[in-house]
């Protein structure tokens, strides 16, 4: 785990290695272990490490291969490096270091941009032919890896974090209108290309993009489930309980790679739970656990230990608790927001910041549960949305998921603001629109896997944990395990009130107060209900002289909602004030003028 950054040029001159250093130290955090450079003729990379796998300096980055003629920077865990090693040695290919770095070198210089297809993990990288000056992008299957962009005429830049693309300067800053509406339609979720930025894109979940030196591209996404079902895999429930069970158990099990202990964030819910008993199923003993709690706010709890302690005691892991006091909160909302690469709404992000500060003391690597709710239908809304026709899913799920209608955005921005049409409903029919997705539910599930996720839970775990040089690795999003998810009958996952097959594999191994219990969230009251200090930082953003002067909100409405902050909700119950509010405090954090 770690951050790269690079710049290539297409108009003949040398890379502006001061740029490249710039992004390369903005993402310092990322990488506290290690720093390289490199540049040769039209490109230069940066990298930032994070030892985990082989912690020589065999393995430090840039890497260079000077047989192959290709030089790499590299993101995330390759699980199946070994395996791929092996494979590789058999093929006649020779290692210089134990990392999976130069496994995904090798891996390159045997099938070209194909490689990716034998890569089991998560990972962005780029990779540089010498003796064409061909530039390889990479980005992992479920886009659990970050990777942002920047081009002009002239050249592309290319880093972990959309603020390391601020640290180089030349960046386009003004907002993008379609963003703006999908951000505040589609509760804080602006998919793939698209950032809140105009000057900034996602390489998108599963493509390779092949660069060429005039600056020509072309992409390929490699893998897309097909959400549909097999007339040969029926529709037995223990059959799919006992196939989930085993893919679970693999997931968890490729997960535990490492040159450094691993542990588990362990909230109490199920997803969490699961990960620690299969682990302790495996062998794993005195497992490094972790939860937090925040203080209770207008008769809300902040914390569900008593959960994560019945499984830590079950299990007998090397459990540890922090309770956080709400007078921390201001000082840990402006940490949170500005380690964010992009504005997000999710309060629970304050939580993961501060979560892994506390676990990054103890360990370099993280086991969590999220997306099991995404792969296994796991919320509330997903019934409302499976009882419409295939024709209606895209209605059924903006009517159910979306935090406000087109009209009602149109309300809270400045009128230069508005975009032109309902851009979030609209890309939801284009995604839905697409074949395969058999059901209403499995086109809910297919847009939540495949463009939501890493725009939302995903990216908001991998910015906050990397805040602290913690790496954090999600079992749910096992490549296989989500093929099976998606070709698993829906009536099985919409069982029990949802994520039934994991229910059912979780009534064998863990404690029924557990499986049974109302589904929980990780709370953090004080933001949720605009209670002090949270809101006077909230009033002093949203009137401060720089958001007068961007006119993004509307004034009057942005008054009438500091007038009365618990009032005003969205659709789906949250605070209206804190989302907009959360996206002037990151422009203000990052100084977007």
């Not at 990488?31 to 994070?50: E, I, M, N």
């Not at 002093?540 to 993004?552: H, I, N, V």
Request: glycine content about 8%; some cysteine.
């Amino acid at each position: 785990m770690c951050g790269l950054s690079g710049e290539v040029r297409f108009d003949g001159r040398r890379p502006d290695l001061a740029a490249v250093e710039r992004m390369t130290d903005e993402l310092g955090e990322r990488g506290p272990d290690g720093r390289g450079l490199w540049s040769q003729q039209s490109v230069a990379l940066g990298h930032r490490r994070l030892r985990i796998i082989d912690l020589s300096e065999h393995a430090a980055q840039p890497m260079i291969d000077p047989h192959l003629g290709i030089t790499c920077v590299f993101n995330g865990c390759i699980y199946n490096y070994r395996e791929l090693r092996r494979r590789l040695e058999g093929l006649g290919h020779l290692f210089f270091s134990d990392s999976d770095t130069e496994v995904l070198v090798k891996a390159y210089g045997q099938w070209g941009p194909g490689c990716v297809e034998h890569l089991v993990g998560m990972f962005a990288f780029a990779l540089v032919e010498h003796h064409t000056g061909r530039v390889v992008l990479g980005r992992d299957r479920l886009g659990i890896k970050p990777l942002y962009l920047t081009r002009d005429s002239d050249r592309l830049r290319f880093a972990s974090s959309l603020p390391a693309l601020l640290a180089g300067g030349g960046v386009d800053t003004s907002l993008d209108p379609v963003a703006l509406h999908q951000y505040l339609s589609w509760h804080g979720t602006v998919p793939a290309p698209r950032t809140v930025l105009s000057g900034v894109h996602k390489l998108p979940q599963a493509t390779v993009r092949v660069v060429e030196q005039d600056g020509t591209y072309r992409d390929h996404c490699y893998w897309q489930p097909s959400y549909t079902r097999r007339a040969e895999d029926g529709s037995d429930p223990v059959r799919w309980r006992e196939a989930v069970h085993e893919a679970l158990r693999t997931a968890v099990r490729r997960r535990m790679v490492a040159d450094v202990p691993v542990g588990v964030l362990l909230s109490g819910g199920l997803d969490s739970s699961l990960i620690v008993a299969l682990l302790a199923q495996e062998g794993q003993s005195d497992l490094a656990t972790f939860a937090m709690g925040f203080e209770s706010e207008s008769g809300e709890e902040g914390d569900e230990f008593r959960y994560s302690d019945m499984i830590a005691r079950q299990f007998s892991t090397d459990h540890h608790q922090f309770m956080i006091a709400s007078d921390r909160l201001p000082t840990a909302l402006e940490s949170a927001i500005g380690a964010m690469s992009e504005p997000m709404v999710s309060h629970d992000a304050v939580a993961f910041h501060l979560l892994a500060e506390q676990v990054s003391k103890d360990v370099k690597v993280v086991l969590c549960g999220q997306g099991a709710d995404e792969v296994f239908a796991g919320y509330h809304w997903y019934p409302r949305i499976a009882a419409a026709g295939r024709a209606d899913a895209p209605d059924a799920y903006a009517d159910a998921y979306f935090d406000r209608t087109h009209r009602d955005v149109a309300t809270l921005l400045h009128p230069d603001r508005v975009a032109d049409h309902d851009a979030s409903r609209h890309f939801v029919h284009a995604h839905m629109a697409a074949p395969g997705a058999q059901s209403a539910l499995d086109a809910a599930l297919r847009l939540d896997v495949h463009a939501l996720m890493a725009d939302d839970p995903v990216k908001r775990v991998d910015n906050m944990t990397m805040a602290w040089g913690l790496e954090a690795r999600v079992p749910f999003l096992d490549q296989e395990l989500v093929e099976l998810a998606a070709a698993c009958p829906p009536e099985l996952k919409l069982a029990q009130d949802g994520k039934g097959v994991l229910k059912d594999i979780g009534r064998r191994i863990l404690p029924r107060e557990v499986v049974d219990r109302p589904k929980g969230y990780f709370p953090v009251p004080a933001v949720r209900h605009m209670a002090e200090p949270v809101l006077t930082r909230v009033r002093d953003a949203l009137t401060a002289p720089e958001a007068r002067r961007r006119r993004l909100f509307d004034q009057d409405r942005v008054a009438e909602l500091l007038a009365d902050p618990a009032r005003h909700r969205t659709k789906r119950g949250a605070s209206t004030l804190w989302q907009l509010a959360s996206l002037e405090i990151w422009l203000q954090a990052h100084n977007i003028n």
